[in-house]
């Protein structure tokens, strides 16, 4: 029996490639996961995807840090969800992902099911 999977990727901004489980579940539902270590990166496999795309980025980048990111995707006018991968969830932190547009905050542990939804939400916009 066939099954039918939503085309997308996940794009993880990070000084560390995903972990292997994480990517392997990612991957199990049908997704594409890419990695890239900068936001200049991330940029370019943004401006490369053909379909439906999240970010997933942590705290600290090589090139900068979240709300970098963020302010550089607004200047080039690209939008699509991003999930902060963090363990840290204050209420400032919160307050600030939510003023700049984060879509959530979760551990990375937790992301996978949320990347799907997110990338569902696209297809309903």
């Known amino acids: 029996m066939q099954t039918y999977r939503r085309a997308g990727t996940v ?3 990070s000084n560390r490639s995903p972990e292997a489980t994480i990517a392997e579940d990612i991957e199990a539902r049908g997704l594409v996961v ?3 270590r900068s936001i200049s990166a ?4 943004l401006n490369l995807a053909r379909e ?3 970010i997933v980025t942590e705290l600290a980048l090589a090139d900068g840090n979240w ?3 963020i302010e550089r995707l607004r200047g080039i006018d690209i939008c699509v969800p991003i999930v902060l991968a963090t363990s840290s969830s204050t209420a400032e932190l919160w307050w ?3 003023e700049c547009g984060i879509d ?3 551990p990375e ?3 996978v099911p949320r990347l799907c939804q997110l990338l569902e939400t696209q297809d309903a916009s």
């Open 109 to 111: 542990y937790l992301v």
């Open 52 to 54: 439906k795309t999240v």
């Open 11 to 13: 794009i993880f901004v």
């Open 67 to 69: 709300r970098d990111l």
């Open 96 to 98: 600030d992902a939510l």
């Open 42 to 45: 991330a940029v370019d496999l």
């Open 104 to 106: 959530d905050i979760l």
């Open 34 to 36: 890419r990695w890239a």
